[in-house]
């Protein structure tokens, strides 16, 4: 079974940059589709963006162009740029599989504050 652990979040001001990354433990991370998703303070998590495990990848219409997923299969990575941050990005991010609900297991998250 493959677990998550996120990093890289932190304060930053608007229109800053943010890369968090998602380290995954565990065999069989390259065969996995991934994704990122976010929890804003007292609204539901969603979906940010996902990657195949071909590297085909989606967004979330509120990323604008803004964020870019990644992976690298050879080091069990994942990774989000972020970019033009706005102070509405401002949540706990988290990674995990693509599809994962909420009885999937979850990490910690990552937070990211976005404040002037």
């Known amino acids: 079974q493959v677990q998550f652990v996120e990093s890289g979040g932190g304060m930053v001001q608007p229109g800053e940059s943010l890369r968090l990354s998602c380290a995954a433990s565990g065999s069989g991370f390259k065969f996995v589709n991934m994704a990122w998703y976010r929890q804003a303070p007292g609204k539901q998590r969603e979906l940010v963006a996902t990657?195949?495990?071909?590297?085909?990848?989606t967004y979330a219409s509120f990323v604008k162009g803004r964020f870019a997923i990644t992976r690298d299969n050879a080091k069990n990575q994942m990774y989000l740029q972020m970019n033009t941050l706005e102070p509405e990005d401002t949540a706990v991010y988290y990674c995990?599989?693509?599809?994962?609900?909420?009885?999937?297991?979850w990490g910690q998250g990552t937070q990211v504050v976005v404040s002037s």
């Open positions: 990657i195949s495990s071909l590297y085909r990848t």
């Open positions: 995990n599989i693509a599809g994962a609900s909420a009885t999937t297991t």
